[in-house]
Structures are given as C-alpha cells and as structure tokens.
C-alpha cells in the first residue's frame, strides 16, 4: 500500500504537468528494425514518442505519424529499449564502509557524483538505467539506488522514487564468499560465521517489525527509529529487493536458504557457478543479473566462471539479466557480455532480454521501462547494426524523449573511443582489489 | 634419437641469434633415460598424430599476401607444406581432410604473464613480479614459467599458439621474458626463444611497489646508472662470460651481465610506458644507450606519432578494452588504427591484469580494434605476422607459409565476430584443441 501511493503521488504530478502545460511535439523514429522485447522484432518499424513516453511502435503500415512530428529517418538501424544495467558502480561513489561487515542503513546515493563523466561513458554504451551498488567486500554494505541516466546536476533529477529522504530508491547489496572475510572482528573469518552474522541481523528485524506492527499506527507505541533496522523492514516485507553477490555453487545455495529463512525478494548477482546449480536456482523461482569475464579466475572462486552461465540458466527457466559491475567491465562494452551469452548457446531473444526487460523486472520497474510498449518510458539506443556483431556501434541513446549521446557529434563520441582527458576523475570504484564488485 | 633431442633442444634453448644460453647445462643431462622414454613415446605419438593434413576452407588469411578464398593449406608432420587455392591445389591421398570457414595462422600473443601469474591469484602462483629490488633484469622467465597453468589452456582453446610471457611490468627492470608455444609435453618443447626481451617499466606504476624509486624522475636516474655500470662492465669483461673459455675473471655479475647483452643488441628492451612522458624517457634512455626498444603498454603514443616514428620502435600496444584508470586513463580504442595509418609497426597484446580478468584474451581486443579502423587483416596481423617480426619469429611463425610450423586456427565463421568460435587448433601439425568454443 505504502509501495502504491508512493508511486501514484508523482504520477499525477506528471499527469497533471501534462494537463497544465502544452504537450512538446511527437518524435517519429522510422525505418529501423525494432526489438521491442515484449513482442516480436518489427521490420520497417515506427516509434513515436512524446512527453518522455512511448505513444506507439508497430508496423510502418499500421502506425501513422502525425503531422506534427519530428521524423527520424533510422533506415537500415536496429532499435532497442535503453539498456538496463543491474549492477554497477558508476557515479564515483564509495560505498561500504570499513567499519562494519553490515551497513543496512548506508545509502550509495548519499556518495554519487551526479555529473561523473562515467555516467557519459554508460550512455555511450546504450545504458538509460542503472542499479548503483556500494562494494561487495561487505556481507550487507548498503542501499543500492537506481539511477535514470537523465543530464543532472543533483541526485534528486536521476532517481525512480519520489521521495529522497524516505522512498525506497534502490535495493540492498549483500554479498558472501571471500570477499567479505578478513581477520579482523567485526568480519567474519569463515562463511558459517557469516551466515551466522546475518540471520541475527535479521532476526533482530523481525522483532523490530513485529513492535511495529503492534504499535498499529500508534506512535506512542513505535519502536525508537533504528535507520538499519527500518532499512531491513523494508527488506522483510518485500519492498526492497536485494541484491546478492556470490559465486560458488554452495554460496549460491547459501542466499536461497537465507531468502527462504526470512522470506526476501532476492536476485543472484554473478552467480558463477550457477551453472553447476541452475535447476535449485530455478526451483527456488529466483532471477540471476550474471556477469561475463573473457576470461576465469582472478580469485579461487571464480575459476569456473564461463561463457555458457547464460545459456544453462536460460535452460533451466531462469530469468537471466547480464550487468558490467563497472569498473569490472566496461558500460561502452555491454552489448558484448549478452553476445557471448549467444557464443554459448543463449537465444538471441532472451539474450536482448538480458540487457532490457529482465533487468527491469529485477529492479522492479518493468511497469516503466525495459521494452518498447506504449506508455513505457521513452528509452531507447539506435544501433548501426546487428545488436551481437562486433562491428556494431551504439549511434544514439535516447532516454525519455531526449537524445542524450550522439555518436556523430565529437564531442559525445570520444566517451566512446576514450582519448585524452576524455574521462576526469577517478572513474573505478575504490575497491577494485576487493573482489568482483 | 638421442642426439637429434639434443640437437633440437639446443635449437630451442639457445636461440637462433645466438643470444643468451641461459639455460643450465645440468638441464640437459638431466635424467637421460627419462627423456629417453618421453621421445620414445613421442615417435610413436608423432607418426599417429602428425599424419599429413589437408585443411580446406572458404577464406585462408595467410598474412603473407591477399587471402585465399576457398583454399587449402597441407601440413606435412610438423611444418606447413603448402598452401593455395582449392584448385591449384591437389591434396595428396590419406591426408585427413578439415574444413573450415575461416583460417588463419596460430595466434601469437606479443606480451603476457601468463604462466607466471595463474588463474588463482593467490601469492603461491604469481611469479610475475619480484619485489625485492626494483632493479632484477637478471631473473630468468623460464625458471619460474608453470607449464600447467591452466590458464594457457585457455589461451589456446581461443586460438593463441605461441605468446610472449614471463615478468610483468611494475619494476624498472622485472625479469626476463620468453617466447613459448601454448601446447606441449616439457618446457624443452614449447621454448621458441628462452630470452625474449628484458621487461622495464616507467612511470608512477613503479613507485606503487617500490619505495625506491618515488618519482619518475628518480627512476630513469637509477635506469641509467645502472645501464652505466653494465657499460663498464662490459668493457671489461664482454658480456657472456658463460662462453668465455679463457675466463680469468671468476667474478660472474648476472644483473650486468644482461644489461650488457641489452647494450650489445643481443636482446631488446621492452618498456612498458604508457603516459606520454614516460614513451619519451624510454626513447631517451634508447638514445643514450643505443639498445634496441619495443615501447609496450604505449596508451597515449597517439601523441607522439611523430618521435615514436623518428625512432624507428615497434609498439606493443595496450589490449584494446583495458581500463581507462590509472597509467592507461587516457587510453583510446582507436590507437591501433593510428598507428595503422602512420606506418608504425605495432602488434597487440594481452597484458597483465591483477585482478579480472585474470588474462584478457588477443583475439577479443584485435577484434576491437578492427571494429574501430584497422581492417581483419590488419586487425589479424597485429595478433600474428606483425607480433612475430616483433619477437624476431617470423622465420618460424605468424603466416601461412610453406616451411612454417603448421600453428593454425580454425574458425566457423569471421574471427573477430563476437558469434563465432574458435572450433580447431593445431600446433606444430598436431591437432590440438578440437571442439567449438
């Protein structure tokens, strides 16, 4: 309920901003072969857009443009929704603190350079959303936020949710395996430990709810506000999905039996041997946002990292997402990781799904972006060619009826090329020793 | 038998140009009988396994000219036999009979660590940079190369035959390097060139791991005296005293002993320098000293066209997908194809990654770079025929030749689309790697 007003209330502000104010002209995109993920790919396709959403997409024949419209001839080009990247650590913001293995109540969005030049290098690579994630070198390191790459100067301009202060505007990052023990009290030196850490920190919420929902609305009967323990409330009762890194087969397992604990929406994040575990996985009816490395290794746990995760996964009935964990991999390569799903034997469909629609749903905005529907937002890359072929470029990003990268102005390109001084500051997480991010 | 292994033995140890015989005696006498039983076992594997082949396929690029569409390559025991045009071609009765859609030489990696630094990343397998002096040209690659290292495997299952491996950069001079094919049974068969090239590195990377020296500056200082010393040293006692009979001097120097043979031209400098003050040190140190110089990592040569040209150096560059962080923050996908255009003979290489991945792979980062300006060719022949002029192989490797070794890879379909996979690879005429990947 919560969940429902806090979406409706800014949604009649914009529809009401609509009503107030002349609508801008429609944008016509014709000629391209459209992918619109939710349906069937679209030769000579249309798709008009107006006021940062899809009016419609179809068949040159069946869709007609206004005559108001801005037309844009994509003949010969590829379409596809804006990219959605699951996982990443854009924006230069340092998250996980090192003075706790759990962080529940930090929030990366606290810690983000709205103006990083990493996010132009994200839009460069066709990426319009992103789940920015503190460091996995945490068992909980924090509150992850999910960021519409819109041109912003403050936080505020890139975020889903309304409220800053007390929406939920992002999901919890957690991790286990190796990352997060070191020798040093409060870590964990072992993975039991670890497991142990987390089951109490969750336990303490379930009685922290539990006052809550005693109290019944009655504010003299509320518990003190706990930041970390209203975070995991929020986590406990589904609202705030996290986000789990891991990687061997028996960490894997791990997450799943702490989700059917205590009852929390969960997406696996690398999952490297999922392949080794892809029917508990699908059992478990649990999404999983993997990563593609050209090669294995790097640390013990990811030796059998390979190209095949996506297509076992796939197999099995999983909704799979791929996801850069930049700096791990890089935004402008994106593409990439879902065409070595394809090498490995995913479907092309579901490959495309990976990098749009599947992502959304993991992320919980598949209401508002991911596919190319009406009333969807106006998120949307124009391609050179083939989404798989190497020889493919990402020419235009669109993000709410806006073109936010062209590939044919200089200026934008060189996000795409590199080059000098091209990128200021320092564009990978601090911690890129700390384990698959 | 015996005398044809020590003959081929000492072809491989100690390389054609007569450069270092580094390799113990002690080596070669080294359990007689057992190495007696390994050829007697490998005659008979040879006269199964390198039966005479016939390779045909839609495209053959043998880097020596134009490609071959529709041709055939025969391989005659270990070597190339010949190659051409399905029609002038006849192939011979018994030859076993491959087909492919695309060929192309063995790939050879210009510069890597792996074998030297393994999958696990772990302190027991990385071997590829000694910290106890930033100063160590004398440490031998081959004395710490693990042959098993599984991460080679992988490097050949996509299509990498012979690659250039051994010290990392990090030091002003790390250690040695090599030249090695990825397959074979002893380090006596896979050695093409035991001492490749000598590994310098300049820049701040190096005050990262040594506190000595702190400045770039402080490093080419202590470069020069110590290229100075070896100067003396070579004065007075030349610079392979291994050979020298008449030795009335039984002060043997290891360390001035290779800096000499860099002085005399025996074996190059490989300067791992990829800001653009540190390209013009090395370029510096080279016109002091006359040694021969590869610049390696070269991220920002695209500034320096101009004196990189005067100076008559090939280029090692940067893998084409390396981070855009630290040393290589300026590093651009389009450098291949400027220094393409400028003439400059260059070759592209994997690297050294701390972290993930744990090795980049050279037929990932040519296809990059054929995707932003050079063409397959040229794309192909910086993983091939230009890496082996570079490595001073190219009598043996890096084109499809008559009298080559038969290294060879097989592809289903353009090998630089992300789609296609390496399907069989042979090495030295030997069908090595045989499923599609």
Same mark, same amino acid.
């Given at each position: 309920?919560?969940?429902?007003?806090?979406?409706?209330?800014? #949604?009649?502000?914009?529809?009401?901003?609509?009503?107030?104010?002349?609508?801008?002209?429609?944008?016509? !995109?014709?000629? %391209?072969?459209?992918?619109?993920?939710?349906?069937?790919?679209?030769?000579?396709?249309?798709?008009?857009?107006?006021?940062?959403?899809?009016?419609?997409?179809?068949?040159?024949?069946?869709?007609?443009?206004?005559?108001? %419209?801005?037309?844009?001839?994509?003949?010969?080009?590829?379409?596809?929704?804006?990219?959605?990247?699951?996982?990443?650590?854009?924006?230069?913001? *340092?998250?996980?603190?090192?003075?706790?293995?759990?962080?529940?109540?930090?929030?990366?969005?606290?810690?983000?350079?709205?103006?990083?030049?990493? /996010?132009?290098?994200?839009?460069?690579?066709?990426?319009?959303?992103?789940?920015?994630?503190?460091g996995s070198g945490?068992?909980?390191?924090?509150?992850?936020?999910? #960021?519409?790459?819109?041109?912003?100067?403050?936080?505020?301009?890139? #975020?889903?949710?309304?409220?800053?202060?007390?929406?939920?505007?992002?999901?919890?990052?957690?991790?286990?395996?190796?990352n997060?023990?070191?020798?040093?009290? @409060?870590?964990?030196?072992?993975?039991?430990?670890?497991? $142990?850490?987390?089951?109490?920190?969750?336990?303490?919420?379930?009685?922290?709810?539990?006052?809550?929902?005693?109290?019944?609305?009655?504010?003299?009967?509320?518990?003190?506000?706990?930041?970390?323990?209203?975070?995991?409330?929020?986590?406990?009762?589904?609202?705030?999905?996290?986000?789990?890194?891991?990687?061997?087969?028996?960490?894997?397992?791990?997450?799943?039996?702490?989700?059917?604990?205590?009852? /929390?929406?969960?997406?696996?994040?690398?999952?490297?041997?999922?392949?080794?575990?892809?029917?508990?996985?699908?059992?478990?009816?649990?999404?999983?946002?993997?990563?593609?490395?050209?090669?294995?290794?790097g640390k013990?746990?990811?030796?059998?990292?390979?190209?095949?995760?996506?297509?076992?996964?796939?197999?099995?009935?999983?909704?799979?997402?791929?996801?850069?964990?930049?700096g791990i991999?890089?935004?402008?390569?994106?593409?990439?990781?879902?065409?070595?799903?394809?090498?490995?034997?995913?479907?092309?469909?579901?490959?495309?799904?990976?990098?749009?629609?599947?992502?959304?749903?993991?992320?919980?905005?598949?209401?508002?972006?991911?596919?190319?529907?009406?009333?969807?937002?106006?998120?949307?890359?124009?391609?050179?060619?083939?989404?798989?072929?190497?020889?493919?470029?990402?020419?235009?990003?669109?993000?709410?009826?806006?073109?936010?990268?062209?590939?044919?102005?200089?200026?934008?390109?060189?996000?795409?090329?590199?080059?000098?001084?091209?990128?200021?500051?320092?564009?990978q997480h601090a911690d890129i020793c700390g384990g698959l991010e | 038998?015996?005398?044809?292994?020590?003959?081929?033995?000492?072809?491989?140890?100690?390389?054609?140009?007569?450069?270092?015989?580094?390799?113990?005696?002690?080596?070669?006498?080294?359990?007689?009988?057992?190495?007696?039983?390994?050829?007697?076992?490998?005659?008979?594997?040879?006269?199964?396994?390198? %039966?005479?082949?016939?390779?045909?396929?839609?495209?053959?690029?043998?880097?020596?000219?134009?490609?071959?569409?529709?041709?055939?390559?025969?391989?005659?025991?270990?070597?190339?036999?010949? =190659?051409?045009?399905?029609?002038?071609?006849?192939?011979?009765?018994?030859?076993?009979?491959?087909?492919?859609?695309?060929?192309?030489?063995?790939?050879?990696?210009?510069?890597?660590?792996?074998?030297?630094?393994?999958?696990?990343n772990?302190?027991?397998?990385q071997?590829?940079?000694?910290?106890?002096? @930033?100063?160590?040209?004398?440490?031998?690659?081959?004395?710490?190369?693990?042959?098993?290292?599984?991460?080679?495997?992988?490097?050949?299952?996509?299509? !990498?035959?012979?690659?250039?491996?051994?010290?990392?950069?990090?030091?002003?001079?790390?250690?040695?390097?090599?030249?090695?094919?990825?397959?074979?049974?002893?380090?006596?068969?896979?050695?093409?060139?035991?001492?490749?090239?000598?590994?310098?590195?300049?820049?701040?990377?190096? *005050?990262y791991?040594?506190?000595?020296?702190?400045?770039?500056?402080?490093?080419? $200082?202590?470069?020069?005296?110590?290229?100075?010393?070896?100067?003396?040293?070579?004065?007075?006692?030349?610079?392979?005293?291994?050979?020298?009979?008449?030795?009335?001097?039984?002060?043997?120097?290891?360390?001035?002993?290779?800096?000499?043979?860099?002085?005399?031209?025996?074996?190059?400098?490989? /300067?791992?320098?990829?800001?653009?003050?540190?390209?013009?040190?090395?370029?510096?140190?080279?016109?002091?000293?006359?040694?021969?110089?590869?610049?390696?990592?070269?991220?920002?040569?695209?500034?320096?066209?101009?004196?990189?040209?005067?100076?008559?150096?090939?280029?090692? #560059?940067?893998? *084409?997908?390396?981070r855009?962080y630290g040393?290589?923050?300026?590093?651009?996908?389009?450098?291949?194809?400027?220094?393409?255009?400028?003439?400059?003979?260059?070759?592209?290489?994997?690297?050294?990654e701390g972290y993930v991945?744990k090795?980049?792979?050279?037929?990932?980062?040519?296809?990059?770079?054929?995707?932003?300006?050079?063409?397959?060719?040229?794309?192909? $022949?910086?993983?091939?025929?230009?890496?082996?002029?570079?490595?001073?192989?190219?009598?043996?490797?890096?084109?499809?030749?008559?009298?080559?070794?038969?290294?060879?890879?097989?592809?289903?379909?353009?090998? /630089?689309?992300?789609?296609?996979?390496?399907?069989?690879?042979? =090495?030295?005429?030997?069908? =090595?790697?045989?499923?599609?990947?």
């Open positions: 309920m919560i969940l429902k007003r806090k979406i409706l209330l800014p #949604l009649s502000i914009l529809f009401l901003a609509a009503q107030l104010f002349p609508q801008t002209n429609p944008i016509a !995109v014709k000629g %391209a072969l459209i992918y619109p993920i939710s349906g069937e790919p679209i030769n000579n396709g249309v798709l008009i857009v107006q006021d940062k959403k899809i009016v419609s997409v179809g068949k040159a024949d069946e869709i007609e443009i206004p005559n108001s %419209a801005e037309v844009i001839d994509a003949s010969g080009k590829v379409i596809l929704p804006g990219l959605i990247d699951t996982h990443s650590h854009i924006g230069e913001g *340092s998250g996980g603190d090192a003075s706790s293995p759990t962080n529940p109540e930090v929030r990366i969005l606290d810690a983000i350079d709205p103006m990083s030049d990493s /996010f132009k290098k994200a839009l460069a690579g066709g990426i319009t959303t992103v789940n920015v994630m503190p945490h068992l909980m390191s924090g509150q992850t936020v999910y #960021l519409k790459l819109r041109k912003a100067k403050i936080i505020n301009e890139m #975020l889903f949710c309304g409220d800053i202060q007390n929406g939920i505007c992002g999901g919890m990052k957690m991790a286990n395996g190796t997060s023990i070191r020798n040093n009290p @409060p870590f964990p030196g072992t993975r039991a430990k670890s497991v $142990a850490i987390i089951r109490q920190l969750f336990i303490k919420a379930q009685e922290y709810k539990k006052k809550i929902e005693e109290a019944a609305g009655d504010e003299s009967k509320m518990p003190k506000r706990d930041l970390e323990m209203e975070a995991l409330v929020q986590v406990l009762n589904g609202e705030r999905i996290v986000h789990h890194h891991t990687h061997r087969a028996d960490d894997i397992m791990t997450v799943l039996r702490l989700a059917d604990e205590f009852g /929390f929406k969960v997406v696996l994040h690398h999952v490297t041997e999922g392949w080794k575990v892809a029917d508990e996985i699908a059992k478990a009816g649990v999404p999983c946002s993997i990563i593609m490395i050209d090669s294995p290794g013990y746990e990811a030796i059998n990292l390979a190209y095949k995760t996506g297509s076992v996964l796939e197999k099995a009935g999983i909704d799979v997402a791929y996801h850069t964990d930049d991999t890089d935004s402008r390569f994106f593409i990439r990781s879902a065409a070595f799903g394809v090498r490995a034997g995913m479907s092309r469909e579901k490959a495309l799904e990976a990098i749009t629609l599947a992502g959304a749903r993991m992320l919980g905005l598949d209401d508002r972006i991911g596919s190319l529907e009406k009333g969807k937002d106006a998120d949307f890359i124009i391609l050179s060619g083939d989404p798989f072929s190497d020889y493919t470029k990402v020419e235009q990003t669109w993000i709410e009826g806006e073109k936010v990268f062209d590939r044919s102005n200089p200026e934008d390109k060189k996000f795409a090329t590199g080059g000098y001084e091209v990128f200021r500051g320092d564009l | 038998m015996k005398m044809k292994f020590v003959v081929q033995l000492k072809k491989n140890i100690f390389s054609k140009k007569d450069k270092l015989s580094f390799q113990p005696k002690r080596k070669i006498l080294f359990s007689t009988a057992a190495k007696t039983a390994i050829i007697f076992f490998f005659t008979g594997f040879i006269s199964l396994h390198h %039966a005479q082949t016939a390779i045909k396929a839609d495209t053959v690029f043998t880097m020596t000219g134009k490609k071959i569409v529709n041709g055939v390559v025969l391989i005659k025991g270990k070597k190339i036999e010949a =190659v051409g045009s399905a029609g002038e071609i006849q192939i011979p009765e018994g030859y076993t009979i491959h087909q492919a859609k695309v060929v192309t030489p063995g790939l050879i990696d210009a510069h890597t660590v792996v074998g030297l630094s393994g999958i696990y772990y302190s027991h397998d071997d590829q940079l000694e910290k106890s002096d @930033p100063i160590q040209p004398e440490l031998r690659a081959f004395d710490a190369y693990n042959m098993r290292e599984k991460l080679i495997d992988y490097l050949l299952s996509l299509g !990498v035959t012979t690659m250039n491996t051994g010290h990392g950069p990090g030091a002003l001079a790390s250690g040695q390097t090599m030249v090695v094919k990825t397959y074979g049974e002893t380090l006596h068969d896979v050695i093409l060139d035991s001492v490749a090239m000598v590994a310098f590195t300049l820049g701040n990377e190096v *005050s791991y040594f506190k000595k020296p702190g400045t770039r500056a402080k490093g080419v $200082a202590m470069l020069r005296q110590e290229l100075l010393k070896a100067r003396d040293y070579l004065r007075k006692n030349g610079s392979n005293k291994e050979n020298d009979k008449d030795d009335k001097n039984p002060s043997r120097d290891l360390k001035l002993e290779t800096l000499a043979n860099i002085l005399e031209g025996k074996v190059p400098a490989l /300067f791992t320098v990829n800001e653009a003050p540190d390209i013009m040190s090395a370029i510096r140190l080279q016109q002091e000293f006359g040694f021969k110089l590869i610049l390696d990592g070269a991220a920002e040569s695209y500034l320096l066209i101009d004196e990189i040209k005067k100076a008559g150096v090939p280029v090692i #560059l940067h893998p *084409s997908m390396v855009n040393e290589t923050k300026n590093v651009s996908v389009e450098t291949a194809s400027v220094l393409n255009k400028e003439g400059i003979l260059f070759a592209i290489q994997s690297g050294y991945p090795t980049r792979i050279i037929l990932f980062e040519a296809a990059i770079a054929n995707a932003n300006g050079l063409s397959i060719e040229e794309a192909l $022949a910086s993983i091939t025929i230009n890496a082996a002029k570079i490595l001073d192989v190219d009598d043996r490797i890096g084109s499809i030749e008559a009298g080559k070794d038969a290294d060879l890879v097989l592809f289903d379909g353009n090998p /630089f689309e992300y789609t296609t996979h390496v399907c069989k690879v042979f =090495v030295n005429g030997q069908l =090595v790697k045989n499923e599609c990947f």
